[in-house]
């Protein structure tokens, strides 16, 4: 974590582990649209982590069902992946 320092560190520091995506959303903003970090931690969260889905609780694997004409073993890889998905409740 940054401690202190100015906003164009900070936003060089961001803008470095950005990939993908990300870097294209970031590209994307209108010059002179964000005046400081706080309002682009801001955007970013409402862009990605507001937009994600809510994590998968093993009840989920009840509603896992075959499609027709999917064969066993295209199902027991898409099962096992959403098993994979689950978070671990403790």
Known sequence: MLVG???VARFKLFMSTLVGTTMDWFISLPDGH???F?????LFREQYIANRA????SYD????????????MEFLNRFWGTGGEIEHQG
């Open 54 to 57: 809510p994590p998968s609780i």
């Open 38 to 42: 706080l309002q682009l931690t801001k």
């Open 5 to 7: 320092g100015s906003d």
């Open 61 to 72: 694997l009840f509603y896992v069902r075959k499609y027709q004409g999917e064969s066993l």
């Open 34 to 36: 964000v005046t400081s």
